[in-house]
């Protein structure tokens, strides 16, 4: 649990250089509305790839970055929180720090290699590295297409390491309506598996539910 009362836990949520930024911008909204400390890493690729895919416009400074993505997520004074690349004090960094889950969305295949050998160049790798060697959850949001051989095989390792992935591959039979709607058919695929509550969209079988609960 956080040591701040206000919240009611704390995510870890990074995000890479892979295409899908509005996935991971998303889904640090929708922690944010759901009363969660968030604690946020983004690489360097992941500022270019923001900044080609959406309006959003990202400092370079860790507390400049910071103060911009809580106004965007609209977060109380110190629920969000931005860690730099080289930040090894920051809590994801250890398995001493507070047992978060992290989300790694979108997860860049380079990211998936880096996991999958155990490599710890920077704080996202390094937060991966501690989520698989503690236990703790771990969700990769990938997204490429095609997956080579090389791809498939790191997301069956790090599976089998006790991963979850999650690929950014909405489905249709809610009937969307617009690129937000695609967008948060895996945000909610996301929140459900983090335990949170979610109203972005209906789960599969609550109307027939419904339905059998009128029909008595």
């Not at 809580?70 to 809590?91: E, H, I, K, N, T």
């Not at 155990?118 to 771990?138: F, M, Q, W, Y």
């Not at 695929?189 to 059998?212: C, F, I, N, T």
Request: glycine letters at 8%; hydrophobic letters at 40%.
């Amino acid at each position: 649990m956080p040591t701040d009362k206000r919240f009611s836990r704390t995510i870890n949520l990074a995000i890479t250089g892979a295409s899908g930024a509005p996935y991971g911008l998303r889904l640090m909204q929708c922690l944010v509305a759901a009363g969660c400390r968030v604690h946020v890493m983004i690489s360097r690729a992941a500022q270019v790839v923001i900044a080609t895919e959406t309006d959003l416009k990202l400092p370079g400074s860790t507390q400049a970055m910071q103060q911009v993505l809580s106004a965007y997520c609209q977060a109380q004074p110190g629920q969000l929180l931005v860690f730099g690349r080289d930040d090894w004090f920051a809590p994801p960094a250890s398995g001493s720090g507070e047992q978060a889950p992290l989300i790694i969305c979108p997860c860049s295949t380079g990211t998936l290699s880096a996991l999958a050998t155990g490599a710890s160049d920077n704080l996202i790798e390094r937060a991966g590295d501690v989520a698989l060697k503690e236990r703790r959850p771990l969700i990769l949001v990938p997204r490429e297409a095609p997956y080579s051989e090389v791809h498939l095989e790191n997301m069956l390792r790090l599976t089998r390491m006790g991963a979850t992935i999650i690929p950014a591959s909405p489905g249709f039979y809610h009937q969307p309506e617009s690129i937000t709607d695609l967008i948060d058919f895996i945000v909610a695929r996301l929140l459900d598996h983090l335990g949170l509550d979610q109203k972005l969209m209906p789960r599969w079988g609550e109307a027939r539910v419904r339905s059998k609960i009128e029909q008595g």
